[in-house]
């Protein structure tokens, strides 16, 4: 009872693991908008600059599941104030220390901002961190936190860590490139593999133990009924000569009775 009882928890235990390391490589629990460790397709990395960032926004859409705040049917801006600016914004958040007339960030949804930036480094100072400063005054402002997704191997200044998690939000590395594996992915596969594995090398034992635990008892069935049958026939013959020898003892009495 012992040994099933620890074979079950350990059968247990390993579906367990299986189920945990589906969904790890099911890739959808991670801590950001997406719920994704990494970006559904690899974007591209090669052209015009423009080109390049197009891409990072329309996978980022994708997996954010929201419209890309640039497109002219969505335009919703951060603005010194609440007047909207003709031609540029379509709705103005008002942000008192925004340090630039207005900012158009390429995702707003109900409680974040998302910033795509689909480039090698994030080190230099300037134009960028102008952007991102405004983008984290008006996530603080708003209370909302912000995400800024680059590469997988991104070179991101700590200036840019420091300020966006400062909102709550983080840095995610996030769109693949050709050749990146994610070290999840491959710690999963390997438990997957191994969890499977073992289960089923269980399950195969406990089985072919049971239907040899059958087969034994099958054989050992008729002895064990050869004993019984030859236990009653012992007794059959003991009681038969207990009778018979008590009946010559009755005829031997009667005998010494009727001679003189």
């Known amino acids: 009872m012992k040994i099933t009882r620890t074979l079950r928890l350990l059968q247990l235990a390993l579906i367990l693991g299986c189920v945990i390391s589906i969904v790890l490589l099911l890739n959808i629990t991670a801590p950001n908008p997406t719920r994704r460790r990494y970006s559904s397709e690899v974007p591209a990395m090669d052209g015009a600059r423009q080109v390049i960032g197009s891409e990072g926004e329309r996978i980022l859409a994708n997996d954010l599941g929201l419209p890309n705040n640039n497109e002219s049917d969505q335009r919703q801006c951060f603005c010194q104030t609440v007047a909207r600016k003709p031609g540029e914004c379509n709705v103005c958040l008002p942000v008192q220390s925004l340090g630039s007339t207005y900012r158009v960030p390429d995702f707003i949804g109900p409680n974040f901002i998302a910033e ?3 480039r090698e480094n994030l080190l230099y100072r300037g134009r960028e961190v102008d952007q991102i400063a405004d983008y984290v005054v008006a996530a603080q402002e708003l209370g909302r936190p912000l995400w800024l997704y680059v590469r ?8 840019f860590e420091q300020m966006v998690n400062s909102t709550g939000g983080g840095v995610v590395y996030y769109f693949k490139v050709d050749g990146y594996v994610d070290g999840v992915d491959s710690a999963a596969q390997t438990g997957l593999l191994a969890s499977a594995g073992l289960l089923t090398g269980l399950t ?3 089985v072919l133990f049971r239907r040899a635990k059958g087969r034994w008892a099958a054989r050992r069935l008729p002895a064990s009924t050869d004993r019984r049958a030859a236990d009653k026939m012992r007794t059959t013959e003991t009681f038969l000569d207990r009778a018979r020898n008590k009946a010559l003892s009755q005829i031997d009495e009667e005998d010494s009775r009727i001679d003189p």
């Open 152 to 159: 997988v191997d991104t070179m991101v200044a700590p200036d």
């Open 116 to 118: 795509s930036k689909n």
């Open 204 to 206: 195969l034992t406990e």
